[in-house]
C-alpha cells in the first residue's frame, strides 16, 4: 500500500454510539491523543497512548486492517 499524505486519509464524523460499536466489535481501535498523565487519570478500555506530539514518530504503532477513532 503506497503512503498516503494526511492531506489524502480519509477523515469521518462519526456519532459516539457508532464508535463504541465498531470498537467493541473490533473494526476500530482508540488512540488516546493526550498527555500520559491525562490517559493514567482515566481512558476508553483498550486504547492505545500516543501523545499527540509523538504521534508521528509512532505512527507504526497503528493499526493498518482497522478504522482508528482519535480521541
Not at 38 to 67: N, T, V, W
Request: charged share 30%; hydrophobic share 40%.
Amino acid at each position: 500500500m503506497a503512503s498516503q499524505r494526511p492531506s489524502e486519509i480519509p477523515v469521518h464524523r462519526l456519532i459516539a454510539s457508532d464508535v463504541e460499536e465498531s470498537l467493541r466489535r473490533g473494526e476500530a481501535v482508540a488512540v488516546d491523543v493526550r498527555s500520559p498523565e491525562a490517559y493514567a487519570a482515566g481512558h476508553l478500555p483498550g486504547s492505545l497512548s500516543i501523545p499527540i506530539a509523538r504521534l508521528r514518530a509512532e505512527i507504526d504503532r497503528l493499526p493498518r486492517d482497522r478504522s482508528i477513532v482519535f480521541y
